[in-house]
Every structure is written in C-alpha cells, then in structure tokens.
C-alpha cells in the first residue's frame, strides 16, 4: 500500500513540476510574443490573481500562504 501512495505522490510531485515549468514558459512567451490563440494572456491572467488576493485582505495575505507553501520544496 505506501509503494502505491509514493508512486503517486511521485507522479504528483513530476505533474506540478512540468506544470510550473510550462508556466515559465507561458509567461515568457506571452512577454515575447503578446497574447495570440496559442499563448493566452499568462501576464494578465497572473496579474488579476495577484489583483484578487490583494484586494480580499488577510484572507488573501493566508491563501497566498497556502500556495507558497504548497509549491516550496520540503525536503
């Protein structure tokens, strides 16, 4: 059972990671080129999560919390 419960969490870890990495890129790509079909607005989509997290106070200072917390590396 816990050879199972690391695979995934294995997979988890593997599936955050090519995503935050694909981030990077959408965001780069999105300074280089704009915003087109393929690349959507990452900057702007950013930007308004950052804008709705300032705007809801201490409960967005905590979620943000949560989510740097989540991305860090505990190792």
Same mark, same amino acid.
């Given at each position: 059972m816990n050879s199972i419960i690391e695979k995934a969490g294995t997979f #988890?870890?593997?599936l955050t990671g090519i995503l935050v990495s694909l981030l990077?890129?959408?965001i780069v790509a999105n300074l280089l080129f704009g915003?087109?079909?393929f690349i959507s607005d990452v #900057?702007?989509?950013i930007s308004g999560l950052v804008e709705s997290l300032g705007s809801m106070g201490m409960v967005g200072l905590?979620?943000?919390l949560i989510v740097v917390s989540l991305f860090t590396d505990n190792k």
């Amino acid at each position: 059972m816990n050879s199972i419960i690391e695979k995934a969490g294995t997979f #988890v870890s593997g599936l955050t990671g090519i995503l935050v990495s694909l981030l990077g890129l959408g965001i780069v790509a999105n300074l280089l080129f704009g915003s087109n079909a393929f690349i959507s607005d990452v #900057v702007g989509n950013i930007s308004g999560l950052v804008e709705s997290l300032g705007s809801m106070g201490m409960v967005g200072l905590i979620t943000l919390l949560i989510v740097v917390s989540l991305f860090t590396d505990n190792k």
